[in-house]
């Protein structure tokens, strides 16, 4: 920015400061200031003679520079680039980033933008794909290993880059890779569990708590082991009450599933106050809920839960843990409450399962033992 005096306007965010023409000639240049997106951007609007600006002008763009859809000259500038690049058949993978949005589904969008942005787009973005080498990837991956992100974190944002050429190729805009993007290997099968005194406590303190839809979200995970973003996008519609089913649209797997509605989780739903609101559990406005954090977090607080179980998600897992170890339930109908794509996730909960045969095979001990003190030992005649 110019080191020049600054001089007002009586334009709020309008300011000038004296320089020259191209003629040599003395005139202002304004600049104007302004918040967006919580930042505070500070651009030129014009020169008073080779653009014929005035205050005035400038307070009416700095008006439109605020509006939400209003690019500054920074993201103009760079849009700009991006497109002399795609008239140009260069389809790097800031411009295939673009398309990539503009054609994907929102679901995990955010998450997306936040890894491209701190790690994709500075050392790959302005490369095509063709002219990508594994030292390129080798770099953001260990640039990534020396700040510290986990394994986890490194595999999404290396899948990510893979899904955006990938992307490209199927539309004919680009050339695959050269090679093959090597993922690290991750071990993230956490399974969380609660104690039955922890599980209490849990209970106790969600009848506490005054949230309207906190805890009542908790024992909907607990006794339906429903997901938090399911649980977020929950609508009243996708309740059959009648039939006794929840509808969840869109979840993990891609594809549309039916659980069942059971007499716990339809009291917990018959206690929810409804709303103008079309969501079960609505948001400010009565718009799909994107956060419950801080509420939940007090709840698990206040029972004196372990600080790494995770509330909502922790509580799926209990739910389906107490079904494996129950003996009760096999794993291809746990998979199918669970609604995992495939039987491999629902492996992490087998040896749940196996403890519960071992205590249930053990009663046959114990009917005999009420036979006799001690087992007699059959011997077979052999002839």
């Not at 300011?15 to 600049?31: A, D, F, L, T, V």
Request: hydrophobic share 30%; net charge positive; glycine share 6%.
């Amino acid at each position: 920015m110019p080191a020049k005096k600054r001089n007002k306007t009586r334009y709020p965010g309008v300011y000038w400061i004296q320089g020259k023409g191209p003629n040599g000639k003395i005139e202002r240049i304004y600049y104007i200031v302004y918040r967006k997106g919580g930042r505070v951007i500070e651009e030129k609007a014009g020169r008073q003679y080779q653009d014929d600006m005035t205050p005035a002008r400038a307070a009416r763009l700095r008006a439109m520079r605020m509006k939400v859809n209003a690019l500054t000259n920074k993201e103009r500038r760079e849009l700009e680039r991006k497109r002399k690049e795609a008239e140009q058949n260069r389809w790097t993978i800031d411009c295939l980033w673009d398309e990539y949005k503009q054609q994907k589904p929102l679901k995990g969008l955010k998450q997306d933008e936040n890894r491209y942005k701190n790690y994709l787009r500075g050392p790959l973005g302005d490369k095509e794909p063709k002219d990508i080498i594994p030292l390129d990837v080798d770099r953001v991956r260990l640039k990534m290993q020396k700040a510290g992100k986990s394994p986890q974190t490194i595999k999404l944002t290396l899948g990510l880059l893979r899904r955006i050429v990938n992307f490209g190729v199927k539309k004919n805009l680009c050339k695959p890779l050269s090679f093959r993007i090597e993922m690290p290997r991750v071990n993230n099968l956490k399974t969380e569990d609660l104690t039955p005194e922890q599980l209490q406590r849990l209970l106790e303190a969600i009848e506490q708590d005054e949230h309207p839809y906190a805890g009542k979200m908790m024992l909907m995970a607990l006794y339906t082991g429903m997901r938090r973003g399911e649980l977020f996008r929950l609508k009243w519609e996708d309740i059959d009450f009648e039939r006794g089913f929840i509808h969840i649209r869109n979840p993990k797997g891609g594809v549309d599933q039916t659980i069942p509605l059971n007499d716990a989780a339809r009291q917990v739903l018959n206690q929810v106050e409804r709303t103008n609101s079309e969501y079960v559990f609505p948001g400010r406005g009565g718009k799909q809920r994107v956060d419950i954090k801080r509420p939940v977090n007090r709840i698990k607080q206040r029972a004196g839960l372990p600080k790494n179980f995770r509330p909502l998600h922790g509580l799926r897992h209990v739910y389906a843990s107490m079904l494996a170890s129950s003996g009760k339930v096999d794993m291809c109908t746990l998979q199918k409450l669970l609604t995992h794509k495939s039987a491999q996730m629902t492996q992490r909960y087998v040896h749940l399962r196996d403890e519960a045969l071992k205590r249930a095979s053990n009663v046959v001990t114990e009917l005999l033992g009420k036979q006799t003190k001690s087992p007699k030992v059959v011997r077979l005649n052999q002839s």
